[in-house]
DNA sequence: GAGTGAATATTCATATGATAAATCTACACA
DNA sequence: TGTGTAGATTTATCATATGAATATTCACTC
């Protein structure tokens, strides 16, 4: 194993080299992986560092260790979906049209309700900060700084003004969903799509408490967007 | 430490019992854990069961470990909150009206977009999954089974049809909440609140298709729910 | 006195070897 | 044919030693 690999240690290390070749496939489902002893042979580290990796995939989802047994993978539905490391894994391979689609469809429901619950919440230093991303969006579009980043700051920015913490833990699913999403529409429609003006409308029905505005704001951005790779899916098939 | 905790290995006995004191309080957020040899010495196991326990934790978001740092309990932003083991964690402890409020939020959109992509989707063996749980439901008011478990099941068969992994995946999470309110607004109201008449109306309609219908009957179930919760919580307040 | 940097001590990280526990497999036996 | 037992394999746990990282302290310089 490449013991230079970031600042990361030992154990870090084989988590992401076991947790991406498992989300690849590279392991199926229900077969084993090599031994603990096999896998120390192999990465040339000990058995601590090994077996602490093991338990960490055990820990999210990915595989089972039982003696005689061995390390299996386990089956998808037990894959702890919303770990960061977990989504980064399934998508840094090779992101299905399929699979975006599903994405947004659960981006759909999340960010229609959060945008919701912010305006019905009216944090007002949360919604300033709403505004500031907005500001660095607007400015991106004149070349200062990257539209993506100041894009997902936006969306987060929304999140965390629900004062709701289980959507504020989706902060990191949102952000990896998106940076996907976005990447594959610009290289679909040979451009850039975000558009300030949809993502005013919504600050502003926020800002405003409008909490109806705010939801169809929201649902309008992201239509767009699911009926692009829903038309895209239909070229593919057919 | 009980060694006779189920049919658990000691790692994942000391997962749970710090799991569970993380999440109730006892060790405060940004404070320290006892360090791994005193955690070793307090419950009479070897470092490698203490190490690999702490390794699971990390690996959940709970804690971070750092040389001369320490064993440290991570702000609550990082914890995976849709880990089965940490939600329960959580609820287990002492789910305040103000957690039950921010869970039923989420269900909302979730619930909702899931009813929806149920209808659109029309996966004839799905659906009918769901009208087996509504005829358990229906056999439940008669005495015959458990009726918040033929609730459950009724919400999970509709996550199910939506044919998509990230709705199914939400399937512990939507769970644990459910089973967590259902116990709440029971002692409210001290009656049963689950009514198969609304439940019907959301099954007839992802039968036929009516996406529409379908999310308008899923969305009237929950913010009954909520404006109850809501309601108490002003109560409190005054 | 303020700031800088080296020495120190503490704590986690890794390695290794030995033993225990779980459980699959195969074979002997009824 | 079914059942129980012995053996083999693999993870689980323990114990100990060494390495690496870093917060703290304190001496030193300006």
Redesign the interface.
């Known amino acids: 194993m490449d013991r230079e690999q970031n600042g990361r240690n030992l154990?870090q290390q084989l988590?992401h080299t076991l947790g991406a070749a498992i989300a690849s496939g590279r392991y199926k489902v229900g077969e084993g992986l090599p031994s603990e002893a096999h896998l120390c042979e192999e990465f040339g580290i000990s058995r601590?560092a090994t077996?602490?990796a093991i338990?960490?995939?055990?820990?999210?989802?990915l595989i089972s260790s039982r003696p005689r047994q061995g390390i299996r993978v386990q089956p998808?539905?037990t894959?702890?979906?919303?770990?960061p490391d977990v989504l980064g894994w399934i998508l840094r391979g090779q992101p299905t049209l399929e699979m975006l689609k599903?994405?947004l469809?659960?981006r759909?429901?999340?960010e229609?309700?959060?945008a919701a619950?912010a305006a019905e919440d009216q944090d007002r230093p949360k919604i300033a900060a709403i505004g500031a991303a907005l500001r660095r969006m607007k400015d991106a579009e004149e070349g200062l700084g990257d539209s993506v980043d100041a894009d997902i700051a936006f969306h987060i920015s929304i999140l965390k003004a629900?004062n709701?913490?289980?959507?504020?833990?989706l902060?990191s699913f949102i952000e990896t969903a998106l940076r996907v999403s976005i990447r594959f529409t610009n290289r679909i429609k040979g451009v850039e799509t975000a558009s300030y003006k949809n993502h005013k409308r919504l600050y502003d029905a926020i800002d405003q408490g409008n909490v109806r505005a705010a939801r169809k704001a929201s649902d309008t951005m992201q239509i767009e967007a699911l009926e692009l790779i829903k038309s895209e899916l239909a070229n593919k098939v057919a």
Do not use: C, H
Not at 164 to 169: E, G
């Open positions: 154990t988590v601590s077996r602490e338990k960490m995939l055990t820990a999210k989802g998808r539905e894959w702890n979906m919303f770990d599903e994405f469809q659960l759909v429901a999340i229609q309700e959060a619950l629900t709701n913490p289980f959507y504020m833990q902060s």
